[in-house]
């Protein structure tokens, strides 16, 4: 046996498929982590020696650092992010809600409608005995070629002290909507609508003449349509 001749076959099979050279790259790359590594490790002179010279580099002066101003600043950027995310959170959330309340708007309504939901807040509607009645307040004026429409739920209530006041054109189209709230002593205008309100939500007469508005919807007049004088629905 040509021990000799096989051993020298078998490097040159391996040298052939580049076996040789790949072990050669293996242990020439470990033998340079290992270089590196004691040259740059946690306890090389190298290392000790950066991080001493850091060290030194960063050294803060306590007492000439004024923490107030620096924490000021770090407070003002946390505000800063907040209102940010805030705003992006209000804004998409007004959005919702105004694609939500307008989802389901109509091109027509009623003023007979409005009355209707406007019962919804006579107070002790649910006491009034079996022949009783409760008579809201309706004003409809159209002087000048448009209307005048104020509403309240309570009874004999003067034009320009109803909670709801519409102006209207003769087309429909409602120009203003006006909501006296008598618990806050305040006004204000669903042109104008306060973004608290939108978020807070809608509800009853109010959300419908938001949508009236918002969506330009025509609002028939239909006066002699309107039930003012509201019982007992118990008694209906």
């Not at 105004?98 to 007979?112: F, M, P, T, V």
């Not at 448009?146 to 004999?156: E, F, H, K, P, V």
Request: proline share 1%.
């Amino acid at each position: 046996m040509d021990l000799n001749k096989m051993v020298m076959d078998s490097l040159a099979k391996m040298e052939s498929e580049g076996k040789v050279q790949a072990i050669v790259d293996k242990h020439v790359e470990s033998t340079i982590n290992d270089v590196v590594k004691d040259l740059f490790g946690n306890w090389s002179d190298f290392s000790k020696e950066l991080k001493s010279t850091a060290k030194e580099a960063l050294q803060i002066n306590f007492d000439k650092l004024n923490l107030s101003s620096y924490n000021h600043l770090i407070l003002q950027a946390i505000k800063d992010k907040l209102d940010d995310e805030i705003t992006n959170q209000g804004i998409a959330q007004i959005k919702n809600q105004i694609e939500g309340l307008l989802s389901d708007a109509k091109r027509e309504y009623k003023l007979s409608e409005l009355v209707k939901e406007l019962a919804d807040e006579i107070e002790d509607r649910d006491e009034l005995g079996y022949e009783d009645y409760h008579e809201m307040t309706l004003h409809v004026d159209d002087p000048y070629g448009s209307y005048w429409i104020a509403l309240d739920a309570r009874n004999d209530i003067s034009e320009y002290s109803c909670k709801y006041r519409l102006h209207v054109n003769k087309e429909g189209q409602v120009y203003s909507v006006t909501i006296n709230e008598q618990e806050y002593s305040r006004k204000r205008s669903i042109e104008e609508f306060d973004v608290k309100a939108i978020l807070k939500g809608l509800h009853g007469l109010e959300e419908t003449l938001f949508k009236i508005y918002a969506s330009g919807a025509k609002l028939i007049i239909d006066e002699d349509k309107c039930e003012l004088e509201i019982r007992n629905p118990e008694y209906d």
